[in-house]
């Protein structure tokens, strides 16, 4: 395992985190089984991740109880980042908001650190940006108030645009990281945000990468007509659709033959990418079984391989969805 500090703090991460949302046991299909995530949070410790990306919303609680059950005194010792703000309405279908008024946050922290069996969350980031009309300097004071009072270590933002971004970096110089979708086909990220988090290339905050496989499309498991449950996100995701669907299938096939010829799982293909991008701190993948983790820690093989990424580097740049 390779490890990166994100400027101006003292969390060493792994550069591949494990990413909690499937294992919370809702929105991911009817596979998720308890027994099978605990394995894999354990293989991950085995491969030298050392950091866990999770959030109440994932599974309403059930990811956090389940990985302090499966971390046990390790939990501890690994760095546990979670989020605040979201609410939600089961009477509305699950409908969730983000509320980021400082009594809510305070209240959401203490849930969390409950439900981990823990005394101080290392990082605790804000879900997604307000839609109740807080003002963002409130919500930035609330987080100082729980690190002042022992309650987090550092607090980052995400999925925040680049203008509210520079507003919150003004008013909280300490904050640690944005959490931010980046991948070969999601590259939104490439533009305003990285100036903002890299100006002139120099890193001056930490960014955590998600979604780095593209809700699993570029694993390359899936064949060019794919079907998933109701009870799986994937099933109204217009990437898993036409016409966005058939425009990915160029990338997925140049993976699959690449990873065939490096005997690696295309999976490790696209982390490594991300990994290698000006801008980016380390990458969050998620994992439902302990093969997939194996599969996603071989990245860190292909970080100098320059020639791959020049033979890869035209079927990447001609696909965008």
């Known amino acids: 395992m390779k490890y990166r500090t994100l400027p101006r703090t003292d969390l060493q991460l792994s550069a591949i985190g494990f990413g909690c949302w499937a294992i919370g046991g809702k929105w991911w299909g009817d596979?998720?089984?308890?027994?099978?995530?605990?394995?894999?949070?354990?293989?991950?410790?085995?491969?030298?991740?050392?950091?866990f990306d999770t959030a109440p919303l994932y599974g309403h609680?059930?990811?956090?109880?389940?990985?302090?059950e499966a971390l046990g005194s390790k939990r501890h010792d690994v760095i546990i980042a979670s989020k605040v703000g979201v609410r939600w309405k089961e009477q509305l279908n699950d409908?969730?908001?983000?509320?980021?008024?400082?009594?809510?946050?305070?209240?959401?922290?203490?849930?969390?650190?409950?439900?981990?069996?823990?005394?101080?969350?290392?990082?605790?980031?804000?879900h997604w940006p307000c839609?109740?009309?807080t003002p963002l300097e409130a919500t930035l004071e609330a987080l100082m108030a729980l690190r002042e009072g022992g309650k987090i270590r550092h607090f980052g933002l995400c999925n925040y645009a680049s203008r509210p971004l520079t507003q919150a970096l003004a008013y909280a110089p300490e904050l640690?990281?944005?959490?931010?979708?980046?991948?070969?086909?999601?590259?939104?990220f490439e533009f305003a945000l990285r100036d903002t988090v890299a100006p002139a290339g120099e890193q001056t905050l930490g960014v955590l990468a998600y979604e780095t496989l593209c809700r699993g499309l570029l694993t390359g498991k899936f064949g060019p007509a794919p079907r998933f449950p109701s009870t799986d996100l994937r099933h109204s995701d217009d990437r898993f659709r036409e016409p966005l669907l058939s425009r990915a299938q160029p990338l997925i096939s140049a993976l699959r033959v690449v990873g065939?010829?490096?005997n690696v799982p295309p999976a490790a293909l696209a982390i490594a990418w991300v990994l290698r991008q000006p801008g980016v701190s380390v990458a969050i993948v998620g994992a439902k079984r302990p093969e997939q983790v194996a599969d996603n820690v071989r990245a860190l093989e292909l970080l100098g391989?320059?020639?791959?990424?020049?033979?890869?580097?035209?079927?990447?740049?001609r696909t965008r969805v």
């Open 176 to 188: 640690a990281c944005l959490q931010t979708p980046y991948s070969m086909l999601r590259r939104e």
């Open 95 to 126: 409908h969730a908001f983000s509320d980021l008024s400082p009594d809510h946050i305070i209240e959401d922290c203490e849930c969390i650190l409950r439900r981990l069996r823990i005394d101080t969350i290392p990082l605790l980031q804000v």
């Open 305 to 317: 391989r320059e020639k791959v990424w020049q033979a890869l580097a035209p079927h990447i740049d």
């Open 31 to 51: 596979d998720v089984d308890d027994a099978r995530s605990i394995a894999a949070i354990r293989a991950a410790l085995d491969h030298g991740i050392n950091w």
């Open 131 to 133: 839609e109740c009309d």
């Open 61 to 68: 609680g059930h990811a956090e109880e389940l990985l302090a």
């Open 260 to 262: 065939s010829k490096l």
